[in-house]
Each structure stands twice: as C-alpha cells, then as structure tokens.
C-alpha cells in the first residue's frame, strides 16, 4: 500500500503546520506556495471567524506595517553600495552596484529588494549580462518580481519570466531575509491586527452612547418629545456639566464605550505590530507609555535606526553581494551610512579643529571628506 501522502493530505499538513518551524534549509523557504491553490482554506472550512486572507496589500493597510516598510526602504535606497579592501575603498568600483538595472536607478532596485526582503522570505536579482571581467555589467541586473519566479520540486528556482535560467546562462544573486519575512512570521499579529482594526472602524461608524435616559414614567414620550430632552440634557451638560432629570427619567451610565476599548487595544497591538517588525517604536509612531527616551541629535537617532532596524536588512544584502561571484576576492561590499548619519556642519568643523591642532589630519584631507576645497591657497603659503 502506498503510503506517501496525496495533495490534499499535504496541503492539510502544510495549513495546520506551525508558524514558529524552525529554519532547516534554505530551500525550505521556497515559494512553494504555486504548489497550493489560493482556495484551498475556505475548500476545507479553515479559514478564521474574520475570513481574512494576508496578503502584503492587507498588511500595509495597518499604519505601522506602512511605516515600517516606508522607513526601512526608503533609508537602504538612500545609501550607496561601495566596496572596500582591508577597510580603504577602492579606487576602482563595480560598475553594476552603482547601477545594477538598466531600466532604474540603485535607490529604486534597493528599495524593492529591501521590500522583497521585508514581507518574504527571499529575492533573487538575475544577471543577464556581464562585462569583460566576468564581473555583472552595469545595467546587466534585473530584480525578478515573486510573481515572475518558477521552481523545481526542490525549490530551486529555474525559470525567470517564462524563460529557463541555465538556458539563457543566466546568473542567480539570491538574497535570504534574516527570518521567513513579515506574511509568514507575523501572520498572527497581522491578523490580530486587522481584525481588530476593523472592529475599530466598525465601532466609529456605529457608536454606542454612553448614557440612557431611561422612562420609567406611566406615560410615554412622543418623538419630538425624545428630541427635545436628548437635545436639552446635552445643552445642559455641555454649558453646566450637569443635567437634570425629573423622577419620569432614569439616568443610567452604559460605562466605557466600545470605541474606547478598542482604541486601548489598537495602541497595545501596535506595540506587538512594532515588535514583530523590528522597528524602534519612535521610528514608526508608537507611543510607549512610560518611555522618556530623547536624543540631542540627528545623528543619534539615525545610529539608532541604523543598529537596531537597517542593519537586520542591509547585513542580508551587503553580505551577499560580498561573495566571490559578485565581488573579487579580498574586497567587501558595503552600504554607505554616511547619508543618514554625517554631522551637522558646525560639529563637523570642530572636529576638524581638533584633528588640524593635533596635527594628525591636514586640509587636503578635509576638502576630500567635504568633496571640496574648502580653503584658498594665498601665495604665501605655495610651496617654493
């Protein structure tokens, strides 16, 4: 008897698998999910209660997830690649990391890829062409969308856009998300989040009131008689701060509304959101209760972004593009911070100060890190 597993054996193993697997192999986070027909929950009943599908349009419909994504992309498309060698850049720099695709600039093919990088598991950039060298051409790189991949049993990715890669003699520079990426990882905190979300709205459309004035008289009132006391008990307590009621009406106080509750539970969640992305809570809007944390400068804050939220992606990225099929060897790739964490001009000229009375930098040295000349030279002071 055979006792392999049919599909739908498998695709009920693989919607009942837990979220928090550990990771064994790479191939584990292909995208398998061609091999799993987008129906199959509501086929066997196991969507939740929400019936609420994640996909990355849902996601980015929760305000953090948007601001997470735009911070994390838009400050890796901001940073130059540049290649070093025992820490000194190097003279000469690979033409394709300064333009790897030939239809867009660096900042937009990094801001993709760090998106790719931020809600899945892995992207890959195709090299299609390469220079004398052997070296990716310049604008010889195209960044395949998820949607354009195919894939063996294994998971191995073999075809781009309709076309067999080892035919084309295509090159694969595969880039690996630091865990299995926002739609696998937190897709309980998402759904969380966007049931409760929708609760919110819900409740804002439908407010409950938070006071009855209950009859409790013999008589009951007419319509315009209802206006007329709503309207004036409101008056009376938006002038007095109180109301007045004869023994025909009983004030009954319906505690705390919905809305209110929510509201409480959406802050507290997008604490959860911040977490699960990794993001510092200042740099996504998060207020922390209790948190007294204030930087002096720019420069701090951008540190902080640096260490504890960029550097989970550009590390993934830069790492890659280090190994020998990108870069020679004894060279390293690198992001340039420099953009989001040079000094103001005033500490920048102090610190020059201090360099030129120690005597251990000169001006030549100054007018390369400002990219000009910063000082005239006046004929007394040229060299005979």
């Known amino acids: 008897m055979d006792t392999k597993p049919n599909f739908w054996t498998r695709a009920w193993q693989w919607l009942n698998e837990p ?23 509501s086929l066997f009943g196991l969507s939740d ?20 994504r735009r911070v994390l992309c838009t400050n890796i498309g901001r940073m130059p690649l540049v290649t070093k060698k025992a820490g000194q850049v190097t003279a000469q720099q ?9 239809d867009r600039d660096l900042s937009q093919t ?9 809600f899945y598991p892995r992207t890959w950039w195709i090299v ?39 035919t084309k003699g295509w090159g694969v520079i595969q880039f690996d998300a630091p865990d299995g990426g926002l739609l696998h990882d937190g897709i309980r905190t998402l759904r969380r989040a ?19 004035l209950h009859n409790i008289g013999e008589k009951p ?44 539970a959406q802050a507290r969640m997008d604490v959860k959101l911040a977490r699960q992305i990794g993001i510092p809570a200042w740099a996504a809007d998060v207020a ?14 951008a540190w902080e972004l640096i260490d504890l939220y960029l550097a989970t992606y550009t590390t993934s990225i830069a790492g890659r593009l280090s190994m020998p099929d990108c870069t020679p060897v004894g060279w390293k790739t690198e992001f340039d911070t420099e953009v989001l964490t040079r000094p103001d001009l005033k500490t920048r000229f102090e610190t020059y100060k201090l360099g030129l009375d120690g005597k251990f930098i000169d001006q030549q040295w100054i007018d390369t890190q400002e990219g000009q000349t910063l000082r005239s030279t006046t004929p007394e002071e040229i060299p005979a």
């Open 128 to 166: 299609q062409r390469r220079d004398a060298y052997g070296w990716p051409a310049r604008g010889g790189v195209k960044l395949l969308d998820r949607a354009d991949a195919e894939f063996d049993d294994a998971g191995k990715l073999v075809k781009a856009w309709g076309e067999d890669i080892a």
């Open 110 to 118: 990094l801001i993709w890829t760090a998106d790719a990088l931020f």
């Open 194 to 212: 966007i049931v409760l979300d929708r609760a919110a709205s819900l409740a804002e459309e439908n407010p409950v009131p938070s006071i009855d």
């Open 221 to 264: 009132l007419e319509d315009y008689q209802i206006r007329e006391l709503l309207t004036s008990w409101r008056n009376a307590r938006a002038k007095y701060g109180a109301g007045y009621t004869d023994k025909s009406i009983e004030v009954k106080t319906l505690g705390i509304q919905d809305s209110q509750l929510l509201s409480t």
């Open 19 to 41: 979220l928090d697997v550990a990771i064994k192999s790479p191939e584990q986070w292909a995208d398998s999910s061609h091999l799993i027909p987008v129906d199959v929950q």
């Open 49 to 68: 209660a929400s019936g609420i599908q994640i996909t990355r349009r849902t996601a980015l419909g929760l305000d953090v997830v948007a601001k997470g």
């Open 288 to 301: 922390l209760e209790g948190s007294t944390l204030n930087y002096q400068n720019r420069q701090s804050r």
């Open 94 to 102: 690979l033409a394709y990391l300064q333009q790897p695709e030939d």
